[in-house]
């Protein structure tokens, strides 16, 4: 493991290559609140958050960071920023009201206008489909544990292709489909709040699913060469043997490794479900909900695989360890505390994790690779009219140099989105945790580049990773 003080993620002076992406990364149901204007319908995030009990502060993605309304200035802020590429997302109950039928015309207008705004200031696009907003309807219905909710997602990516495809540059399918099914359907601490593991098993297959129904839709209906991919929070999870008492630490990897990444990795990439993940789930589901000719329909070909990256985590087997809810059937799994700085989140900090996982994907897979999310949410203090986030900015550095070392390694990485562009509605913690590098005030929706933001500009412009003061 890593720590604040290891050289191998100090080297300022590193250089990034001409023509890599430095970008910021955003979603759609964090920041851009005017959730009933212009015909948007609600999705599952409005119903959840609306719940009691639901989001840690009580408080909605209602008015989030008002960016609907305030969407040329931040863009003007990224401009400022030199960010080269923003990655959004698209709320699908904004351009297609309860997630089939009828496409709303001022839902598309506000992404057309987004996206003409980000060429106008020279700034790539770069469009997800699907971050956790799906319409309310479509749950209602049975939501991702019902397998035509995946071909109302290749719809609705058609009609949104066809209207932005012409200049969007990067379209990405699903956010973290990991999250989606299982913080989701198996844990019930994301919307829509579920707790049924084999529910999670069938959401997770018909997420699968709709990547590989849509895929060919953006290829038929964008007319600009898009690049297409899709985005995995994958797990970096390691053997916990050398604790005192541990045991089983390789086999423990595997359970959770199978659940956590392999689940969407084999049938996206390799066109297979793995058998010993099949073995590991038998007592839970029996994947009946898979037909004949699916995988053939998830193996599409894609031309980037996006990598959200910000912790690792340490296993090992344990007679009585109940596992976690977010990873069923690893009952007898124990996960060990990790050590050194936490973030406020209470994730370690560890860019050798993201170093690692760059390094197995390129290996596994041979793909160009983006980074798509990575940062870190740190209790910041408004101090003189600034926001001094120096340990914001000791752990992007750090991040950076892993990628760096990535490439050197020969990993095929084409870009870097940080998470995130600004404070917004962090899902069930609501707004008590901040990943930006621009403030929010909520109460005035004021925006104030922190000192990470500014240390991001000059990364942006100069290709450079400049110097930092190591914080312990």
Known sequence: MSDPGDDRYHRPGTEFPDGFLFGTATASYQIEGAVREDGRTPSIW??????????????????????????????????????????????????????????????????SRLVDGLLARGIQPWATLYHWDLPQELEDLGGWTNRDTAARFAEYSAR????????????????????????????????PGRTDPAASLAAAHHLNLAHGLAVPEIRRAATNDPT???????????????????????????RVDAVGNRIF????????????????????????????GDLELIHQPIDLLGINYYSTSRVRLADGAPGSPVFPSTQGIEWLPETGPLTAMGWNIDPSGLEELLVRSHEEFGLPLAVTENGAAFPDRVEDGAVHDDARVAYLHRH???????????????????????????????????????????????RLVKDSGRWFSELARTGRVGEYNVVE
């Open 46 to 111: 409005d119903t959840f958050s609306h719940a009691p009990g639901r989001i840690e502060d009580g408080r909605t993605g209602d008015v989030a960071d008002d960016h609907y309304h305030r969407w040329e200035a931040d863009l003007d802020l990224m401009a400022e920023l030199g960010a080269g590429a923003y990655r959004f997302s698209i709320a699908w109950p904004r351009v297609q009201p309860g997630g089939s039928g009828r496409v709303n015309e001022a839902g598309l207008s506000f992404y």
């Open 265 to 292: 990795l084999d049938p996206m990439l390799h066109g297979r479900y793995p058998e010993d993940l099949l073995a590991d789930q038998r007592a839970v589901s029996d994947f009946g909900f898979v037909r004949p």
């Open 160 to 191: 949104t292709v066809e209207a932005l495809g012409d200049r969007v540059a990067g379209w990405i399918t699903l956010n973290e489909p990991w999250c989606s099914a299982f913080l989701g359907y198996a844990a019930g601490i994301h919307a």
């Open 228 to 254: 297409v991919a899709v985005t995995l929070n994958l797990h970096v999870v390691r053997a916990a043997d050398g604790e005192p008492g541990g045991q089983g630490g390789d086999e423990a990897v595997r």
């Open 400 to 446: 950076f140099v892993a990628a760096h070392r990535a490439m050197e390694r020969g990993a095929d990485l084409r870009g870097f989105f940080v998470w995130s562009l600004l404070d917004n509605f962090e899902w069930s913690f609501g707004f008590t945790k901040r990943f930006g590098i621009v403030r929010v005030d909520y109460d005035t929706q004021n």
